[in-house]
């Protein structure tokens, strides 16, 4: 290597600058249009004013298993987003080609992976600015918002992001509410997760004199908008664990086995005050399921028959799953309703309360220890262990005060149009829209989503 010099490593944004800059139309093969030549030094001997990023239309994404050779030597190239860009420097008439790492850089895969589709839908917006340096303009400058997920200057200027998301089936996220939230917190460009549905809103920390998650949750309650105030890094998490009851599915199952049975009304009032946290879990529990005794285990399958999973709890399952998420349905009521849910949703695993039946007939007792609070936190933590990561790295959610030990335990604990006690307790929560907002939330666009 003798007569080459080290490149010295220029600051980020100009990296991300001339990385911009060097990108063509992604479609075209990383091995064709690349051309790479040896230059001269200037006349007075001293290197080119700048480094040289490779042939404009030359492709700085390939699919796996592609492979492009620089000088001799070959460099695989990840399915990663943007994983490696070459530039070449010329000390003194020579040229040396510094290959740059970017893995340990947080650039959003997402946001190179989808460049394509925004070029196009960014024509089709009708707006004259260049490909490269589109931002969102609200409807009062005449444009549409584009569909580009996070760019790479919101993934690593901003350490936060709001995400702001309409009940799909009975609403819609306008302009006026986007603007309303840009205007608030002197963020980002807003990022469309899914068109009239859902976006992202890159933004600073919480710091003093800037609205909290609460103000921001009330404001946007308004409009019938979930507002979820997100960190950034680490977003997309490697656990789910999610209750059953009321969150998954619709019912609340052993309230509807008691209505069956005749006894509904009793056990309603015991479940509501459970919920609350006026009575503890576990009392409550054994409470109403004493109020079953003697009655024919024949019910559970018509309550069974009854069940109503919530739209979208499949893909919520299946999405995460599809980006190596292990995922738990861990339930305050039964196996006899989790072992059928799981199955359906796909959950890797699933756990609940044991009814004890003899004879085909509810003893009114429990076959095993109370599945309660610390329960559920308790899955979350070996769950977690077993995936090899942090409480950080997790997501729950649930409804009732029997799941505030997990929600406050996770990284990500949302509220799932939870019971007053809840929402005092946990800051972030889904009021009004579905399922799919804890997907939102991680910064899934639809367009990932896995149905």
């Given at each position: 290597?003798?007569?080459?010099?080290?490149?010295?490593?220029?600051?980020?944004?100009?990296?991300?600058?001339?990385?911009?800059?060097?990108?063509?139309?992604?479609?075209?093969?990383?091995?064709?249009?690349?051309?790479?030549?040896?230059?001269?030094?200037?006349?007075?001997?001293?290197?080119?004013?700048?480094?040289?990023?490779?042939?404009?239309?030359?492709?700085?994404?390939?699919?796996?298993?592609?492979?492009?050779?620089?000088?001799?030597?070959?460099?695989?190239?990840?399915?990663?987003?943007?994983?490696?860009?070459?530039?070449?420097?010329?000390?003194?008439?020579?040229?040396?080609?510094?290959?740059?790492?970017?893995?340990?850089?947080?650039?959003?895969?997402?946001?190179?992976?989808?460049?394509?589709?925004?070029?196009?839908?960014?024509?089709?917006?009708?707006?004259?600015?260049?490909?490269?340096?589109?931002?969102?303009?609200?409807?009062?400058?005449?444009?549409?918002?584009?569909?580009?997920?996070?760019?790479?200057?919101?993934?690593?200027?901003?350490?936060?992001?709001l995400t702001l998301v309409a009940d799909r089936t009975a609403t819609t996220l306008t302009h006026e509410v986007i603007d309303i939230a840009c205007h608030m917190l002197k963020g980002g460009a807003p990022v469309v997760l899914s068109p009239g549905e859902a976006v992202d809103i890159p933004c600073p920390g919480p710091v003093p004199g800037a609205p909290t998650a609460a103000?921001?949750?009330?404001?946007?309650?308004?409009?019938?908008?979930?507002?979820?105030?997100?960190?950034?890094?680490?977003?997309?998490?490697?656990?789910?664990?999610?209750?059953?009851?009321?969150?998954?599915?619709?019912?609340?199952?052993?309230?509807?086995?008691?209505?069956?049975?005749?006894?509904?009304?009793?056990?309603?009032?015991?479940?509501?005050?459970?919920?609350?946290?006026?009575?503890?879990?576990?009392?409550?529990?054994?409470?109403?399921?004493?109020?079953?005794?003697?009655?024919?285990?024949?019910?559970?399958?018509?309550?069974?028959?009854?069940?109503?999973?919530?739209?979208?709890?499949?893909?919520?399952?299946r999405t995460m799953k599809a980006h190596r998420a292990r995922t738990a349905l861990v339930s305050g009521g039964f196996t006899f309703f989790t072992d059928h849910v799981a199955g359906i949703c796909g959950f890797d695993e699933n756990h609940g309360n044991v009814l004890e039946i003899r004879d085909g007939i509810l003893t009114g007792r429990l076959a095993a220890d109370v599945?309660?609070?610390?329960?559920?936190?308790?899955?979350?933590?070996?769950?977690?262990?077993?995936?090899?990561?942090?409480?950080?790295?997790?997501?729950?959610?649930?409804?009732?005060?029997?799941?505030?030990?997990?929600?406050?335990?996770?990284?990500?604990?949302?509220?799932?149009?939870?019971?007053?006690?809840?929402?005092?307790?946990?800051?972030?929560?889904?009021?009004?829209?579905?399922?799919?907002?804890?997907?939102?939330?991680?910064?899934?666009?639809?367009?990932?989503?896995?149905?």
């Amino acid at each position: 290597m003798q007569g080459f010099r080290p490149v010295a490593l220029q600051p980020l944004t100009g990296i991300l600058a001339r990385l911009r800059a060097g990108i063509g139309h992604l479609d075209q093969p990383f091995d064709q249009g690349a051309h790479i030549h040896a230059r001269p030094a200037t006349q007075d001997r001293q290197s080119p004013a700048s480094p040289r990023l490779f042939h404009r239309r030359q492709r700085l994404l390939a699919p796996p298993g592609h492979a492009a050779r620089h000088r001799g030597v070959q460099h695989a190239i990840q399915s990663m987003g943007c994983d490696v860009f070459v530039f070449s420097c010329g000390p003194r008439g020579q040229n040396a080609q510094i290959a740059i790492d970017l893995h340990g850089i947080s650039i959003d895969d997402m946001a190179a992976k989808s460049y394509s589709q925004f070029q196009r839908e960014s024509r089709l917006a009708g707006t004259s600015r260049s490909r490269h340096n589109q931002t969102y303009r609200g409807r009062r400058h005449g444009h549409s918002l584009p569909q580009l997920p996070m760019s790479l200057r919101a993934t690593m200027s901003f350490p936060y992001a709001l995400t702001l998301v309409a009940d799909r089936t009975a609403t819609t996220l306008t302009h006026e509410v986007i603007d309303i939230a840009c205007h608030m917190l002197k963020g980002g460009a807003p990022v469309v997760l899914s068109p009239g549905e859902a976006v992202d809103i890159p933004c600073p920390g919480p710091v003093p004199g800037a609205p909290t998650a609460a103000t921001l949750r009330t404001i946007f309650a308004r409009h019938k908008v979930d507002a979820l105030l997100v960190k950034t890094r680490g977003r997309r998490k490697a656990v789910l664990v999610a209750d059953m009851d009321s969150t998954i599915i619709a019912n609340e199952t052993l309230d509807d086995i008691a209505a069956h049975l005749g006894v509904g009304e009793e056990v309603r009032l015991i479940t509501e005050a459970s919920m609350n946290g006026e009575i503890d879990f576990e009392s409550a529990l054994r409470a109403r399921v004493a109020l079953l005794e003697g009655k024919p285990a024949a019910v559970l399958h018509e309550v069974l028959g009854e069940i109503v999973i919530r739209e979208d709890a499949a893909t919520l399952v299946r999405t995460m799953k599809a980006h190596r998420a292990r995922t738990a349905l861990v339930s305050g009521g039964f196996t006899f309703f989790t072992d059928h849910v799981a199955g359906i949703c796909g959950f890797d695993e699933n756990h609940g309360n044991v009814l004890e039946i003899r004879d085909g007939i509810l003893t009114g007792r429990l076959a095993a220890d109370v599945l309660g609070p610390e329960s559920k936190l308790h899955h979350l933590e070996n769950i977690a262990e077993e995936r090899g990561v942090k409480l950080g790295a997790t997501l729950t959610t649930g409804d009732g005060a029997n799941d505030l030990p997990m929600l406050q335990a996770a990284g990500l604990g949302i509220a799932y149009h939870g019971k007053p006690i809840v929402r005092e307790a946990v800051s972030r929560q889904v009021n009004f829209a579905g399922l799919r907002s804890l997907l939102f939330a991680q910064g899934y666009p639809a367009s990932d989503f896995v149905s």
